[in-house]
């Protein structure tokens, strides 16, 4: 009985997402603009997801890719695992997309990957995109205590629940990833999910989610070091900036209160289900007949009630101690976009200061009659202007795109949150109810003692 | 610090307990004689208990009056009936237990500390919160004090005791201090020399089937009410555990209601809302839980102890008549001293006889008492745990309803 991890794939539909678009429809580049619309099944203004002539037929379901654990099937995996000493062995995840995109070869395709394939994936993505100021969701941690007990071939609960943990993980990873418009339609992305072969992620030591996060983020060091304090000009950008640092420290909080809720609910679980024993073996000592059966009545209950509350745990986790930790770790690569931007500001400052001094060297070169380095610095100076002009380009292009990643980003956010924590509250409901059966069913056993 | 009258303050413990708090006995309360804890005043480091009786009977001066007593006091009644040779057939009501708020007040303290690193409105929620607790072990151990004199009270032969009526009626300290160090350590004693006596008369096999099963019952039963005892115990921690932590999660999704900029705005307050009222439902079903079981099991393990008490008195009597037959038969052989032997015969034969009858009433009495408190409060739990589970869901319905609405 596998635990229902969140599926936030984009199959998702809902008529109340159609709302003001941030992107621009006039940006060429965007093919992919109207990919982010959810469109209702009825609505009859939906658009071709990639018009070239003649549209295909529509159908709702663009991509879905599911991962899972690969060692259900007898080959590779489990050859791995037992032969060799277990340090060496590795989990292979199987990756099964379904697409109705005529960008894949085919609709249905299926491949194995390795946890290191993912974050290699991703660092790829990372040094692609995130420096034009795109969002480019983190890969899962790595985390050696967990993966060495499954190694090792630790067949106990913990390490199951790892496994289940990772793959649950891995695949929120790819739907959010190809949710994103742009990075759909990278060839990294394509090849992941399409070609039965990957070249090995190089050194992945370096490569944790983590990791990656951090080098691009050297962007925020340099702008510490920044001499000259970037003129804000744009408000929004500052209120933004602001508003997540904010939504930063209240999810981290939020997070470490439900993981704390996860964790008694599971120690509630284990005291119940060690109450109800002791109630059982009270009910065996009893010598009043009536008393007796009602006590095991009683014993039987709080059994139940012990799993309701493992379940409950499980919805605690897999719906929001994990959406969580996912928005953590996604206002982290929010707040690189952020930093991306002030570095290109930095750069275009940089360049005009240069073209300032080649202006000036140029000047004093007037005067000295060397037409030989009055020719390079001429030179350098069309140079530099053409670089101060590329900088003011980027800084534009970077802040554009970040002012529509936001605005994408703050509408899965809310459907996101809305979505999981609607499941949630169901899960809540449902404990309860069955709560109601169970002691509605012991209530006359108890009024049963005379 | 607090000075708290019973029928006011936060009514923390649900409807049902107002009124007799004898909840784990289930007495019949009749006019001669009737005892309660009228009143009750906690202090730095002692709880002083208005003990008043109502009575018809001849031996008090007044048919109605209080005294003010403290949990020593209650411990000197208890010790000095144990120690009444009169009294070894009957069960000796279980002294209650020490009132003790040092967790209380600990957490209290710790609070006091911590208080610059929490929002205004998470201090006042967790402080309100430390104070009901600290109200809900106020109330629980009077009513554990409660019970012991009405148990005394409701007793046909304890009833009548004189330590009993002084208690009651002496307005005035008793003067009875605590045990010192040495008093304490021949107490330890006393109980070591018991329990390898225990052994010793516990292997002894009864003649009489009715004791003997009633032995290997209470041996069993007593140990299975411990592990049930300590296990409800830590069953309820968890549970409190996982209501602070819902506690906190409403107070973070509230600030991120008042501060996002989203739609997510309303929905997180809403959800906020939502949990502080589910909290305070989880939070009652763990403190009722623990009053209907938890204190249940608690005093029955008592209650099972002192049985089991009874049974070796009853057996230490058996024993000292055993060896006093013998004693007489070799007396007879050697023709010496025997009417001294056949007089310490007889009055050990009277004391056995005496005890196993008023024991065999006892015993069945007390499961009388027990299968009564048992229903009463297996009953009074599944029917708290059907109001707050109703409650709840009643809650979380028409939270979402709203919130599906609102999309």
Redesign the interface.
């Given at each position: 009985q596998s635990p229902e991890a969140a599926r936030l794939s984009a199959e998702d539909i809902s008529p109340s997402s159609n709302g003001p678009r941030d992107d621009d429809p006039d940006d060429p580049d965007d093919l992919f603009a109207e990919a982010t619309e959810e469109v209702s099944l009825d609505s009859p203004e939906r658009q071709p997801i990639l018009s070239d002539g003649p549209s295909p037929a529509i159908t709702p379901v663009t991509i879905s890719p599911r991962v899972d654990v690969f060692d259900r099937s007898p080959d590779l995996v489990k050859h791995r695992l037992s032969s060799c000493d277990g340090m060496n062995a590795y989990m292979v995840y199987k990756v099964m997309t379904k697409t109705s995109l005529s960008i894949f070869s085919r609709d249905e395709v299926c491949v194995k990957r390795r946890f290191s394939d993912f974050l290699g994936l991703h660092s790829k993505l990372a040094s692609k995109y995130m420096h034009m100021g795109y969002i480019v969701p983190p890969a899962p941690e790595k985390s050696i205590v967990g993966m060495t007990k499954v190694k090792v071939g630790k067949e106990d609960l913990s390490s199951v629940e790892f496994v289940e943990k990772r793959r649950s993980a891995l695949e929120r990873y790819l739907l959010r990833t190809v949710k994103h418009p742009a990075l759909l339609k990278d060839p990294d992305v394509l090849q992941f999910l399409e070609s039965s072969e990957l070249p090995r992620a190089v050194s992945t030591q370096a490569l944790s989610g983590a990791g990656i996060l951090r080098m691009v983020n050297k962007a925020a060091d340099a702008v510490n070091k920044m001499t000259i304090k970037m003129n804000e000009s744009d408000a929004w950008f500052e209120e933004k900036q602001q508003q997540f640092e904010n939504l930063d420290v209240q999810l981290r909080k939020l997070h470490a209160s439900v993981e704390s809720l996860v964790y008694h609910r599971k120690e509630l679980s284990v005291n119940t289900a060690s109450f109800a024993k002791s109630a059982a073996m009270l009910g065996n000592s009893e010598d009043h007949t009536a008393l007796s059966r009602a006590l095991s009545q009683l014993a039987e209950v709080e059994e139940k009630i012990d799993q309701l509350h493992q379940d409950q745990s499980y919805a605690d986790f897999y719906l929001i101690s994990e959406l969580l930790g996912d928005y953590v770790r996604l206002i982290t690569a929010v707040k690189g976009v952020f930093d991306q931007r002030m570095k290109a500001w930095a750069k275009w400052q940089d360049a005009q200061v240069m073209l300032q001094r080649k202006r000036e060297a140029e000047a004093k070169l007037q005067y000295a009659s060397k037409p030989d380095k009055l020719q390079q610095a001429t030179d350098e100076i069309r140079e530099w202007e053409g670089k101060v002009q590329q900088g003011e380009r980027d800084f534009e292009q970077i802040s554009k795109n970040i002012r529509r990643e936001v605005g994408r980003f703050e509408k899965d956010r809310v459907k996101d949150f809305r979505v999981v924590i609607m499941k949630y509250l169901e899960s809540l409901v449902h404990t309860q109810q069955q709560l109601i059966k169970y002691w509605e069913a012991f209530l006359p056993e108890a009024k049963a003692i005379a | 610090m607090m000075q708290e009258g019973l029928d006011d303050g936060p009514d923390f413990l649900s409807e049902e307990d107002r009124g007799p708090r004898a909840v784990n006995v289930d007495l019949q309360t009749d006019a001669t004689l009737q005892v309660d804890i009228s009143d009750a005043l906690s202090e730095r480091d002692k709880v002083k208990f208005t003990v008043h009786t109502k009575s018809t009977l001849p031996n008090f001066k007044q048919n109605e009056f209080s005294v003010v007593r403290q949990h020593e006091e209650f411990i000197w009644l208890h010790d000095s009936f144990v120690e009444n040779e009169e009294y070894a057939g009957y069960i000796i009501p279980p002294a209650p237990p020490r009132p003790d708020f040092d967790a209380s007040r600990e957490k209290l303290q710790k609070l006091g500390e911590g208080e610059g690193s929490m929002t205004k409105e998470e201090f006042t929620k967790m402080k309100q919160e430390l104070e009901a607790e600290y109200l809900a072990i106020f109330k629980k151990t009077v009513a554990m004090h409660e019970v012991f004199l009405c148990r005394v009270a409701a007793h046909p032969v304890l009833r009548k005791d004189l330590n009993f009526h002084v208690f009651l009626e002496y307005n005035q300290d008793l003067s009875v201090r605590g045990k010192n160090k040495k008093e304490k350590l021949e107490d330890f004693f006393k109980n070591v020399v018991k329990s390898a006596d225990g052994v010793l008369v516990a292997g002894v096999k009864d003649v009489d089937d009715f004791f003997e099963?009633e032995k290997t019952?209470l041996l069993?039963?007593h140990n299975?009410?411990k592990?049930?005892s300590?296990?409800?115990d830590?069953?309820i921690?968890?549970?409190k555990?996982?209501a602070d932590?819902?506690n906190?999660?409403a107070s973070?999704?509230y600030?991120?209601g008042t501060?996002?900029?989203?739609?997510?705005c309303k929905?997180f307050l809403k959800?906020s809302e939502?949990f502080e009222k589910?909290r305070k439902i989880e939070a009652r079903v763990a403190a009722d839980e623990d009053l209907k079981l938890a204190d249940l099991l608690k005093y029955y393990l008592r209650e099972s102890q002192a049985a089991k008490d009874l049974l070796y008195r009853r057996g230490r009597a058996l024993v000292d008549y055993e060896n006093a037959n013998k004693a007489l038969d070799k007396a007879r052989a050697k023709n010496k001293d025997v009417l001294q032997a056949e007089t310490t015969q007889q009055v050990c034969c009277q004391k056995f006889e005496k005890i196993s009858e008023s024991a065999k009433q006892e015993l069945i009495d007390f499961?009388t008492r027990?299968?009564a408190a048992?229903?009463k409060n297996?009953?009074e739990?599944?029917?708290l745990?059907?109001k707050h589970?109703?409650g709840?869901?009643q809650l979380?319905?028409s939270?979402?309803g709203v919130?599906?609405g609102d999309?």
């Open positions: - | 099963h019952f069993e039963y299975r009410v592990e049930a300590a296990k409800s830590r069953k921690r968890s549970h555990n996982a932590d819902i906190r999660i973070t999704l600030t991120l501060q996002d900029s989203t739609d997510l929905f959800v939502l589910t499961k027990r299968v048992f229903r297996l009953v739990l599944a029917e745990e059907l589970a109703k709840n869901l979380l319905q939270c979402l919130l599906k999309t």
